[in-house]
């Protein structure tokens, strides 16, 4: 079974500029989660979509958001990059809430 | 903002060396806690879904025990090997979303 794929690996970007991250779950699981992580932090939930709605958010400014389609797949996008915003996105598929977590590899996004 | 703390940050043990970590979250509205091993350049893997005070878990030389009532985990490696050098995070889940810890980062010297 395929795993979660995540486009592009790497991504650098320069300050104003906007960005779009993109996750292709595994097949049948109808939940994905974004994450970022930054050095010395944990990873720090983002949204989570389910069904192609938004079923929780975590608590990052207006300029993160994110879709899915009707396939599950899920896109990710930053508005009026910032140089904090040079992270780690992960996103992790599932069966549904609280159930476990099946990672893609990430997308390093910098932020010049 | 719910609190999850993973001690210690870091850990060097020698190759056969067992060792165990602490994952702590909140003792309310518990639902699942979560337990993940990050290589670097990988994705992190699940290694346990806990979700009953008491909860034991073993897959092979690492083990797992959960008491939700005081609202802390440990996880154990027995027997610690050069390949087991990883980050571990737990995962603290209320059903809705997950709130992971910083991981513990566990490095074993041959």
């Known amino acids: 079974k395929a795993g979660v794929t995540q486009t592009p690996r790497y991504l650098i970007k320069t300050r104003g500029q906007q960005v779009t991250l993109s996750c292709s779950p595994i097949?049948?699981?109808?939940?994905v989660s974004w994450y970022q992580q930054t050095p010395g932090q944990g990873l720090q939930f983002l949204f989570e979509?389910?069904?192609?709605?938004q079923r929780n958010k975590g608590n990052f400014p207006g300029r993160f958001s994110g879709r899915q389609f009707s396939n599950s797949r899920s896109e990710m996008n930053v508005s009026t990059l910032e140089l904090g915003d040079s992270a780690l996105y992960l996103c992790?598929?599932?069966w549904g809430q609280g159930n476990e977590q099946f990672f893609g590899p990430g997308t390093r996004l910098t932020v010049l | 903002i719910l609190n999850v703390e993973q001690s210690p940050q870091s850990l060097h043990v020698q190759e056969g060396d067992s060792t165990n970590f602490t994952c702590s979250f909140p003792s309310s509205n518990f639902y699942a806690l979560h337990w993940y091993r990050w290589e670097t350049a990988k994705s992190p893997e699940a290694l346990f879904v806990m979700t009953l005070n008491g909860d034991e878990k073993k897959k092979g030389r690492i083990s797992a025990t959960l008491n939700t009532k005081e609202g802390y985990s440990y996880l154990y490696i027995k027997g610690s090997q050069p390949e087991d050098s990883a980050t571990y995070l737990c995962a603290f889940t209320t059903g809705n979303q997950f709130y992971f810890g910083t991981g513990t980062s566990l490095t074993v010297i041959p």
């Open positions: 097949s049948g699981h109808r939940s």
């Open positions: 979509y389910f069904s192609e709605t």
């Open positions: 992790a598929s599932s």
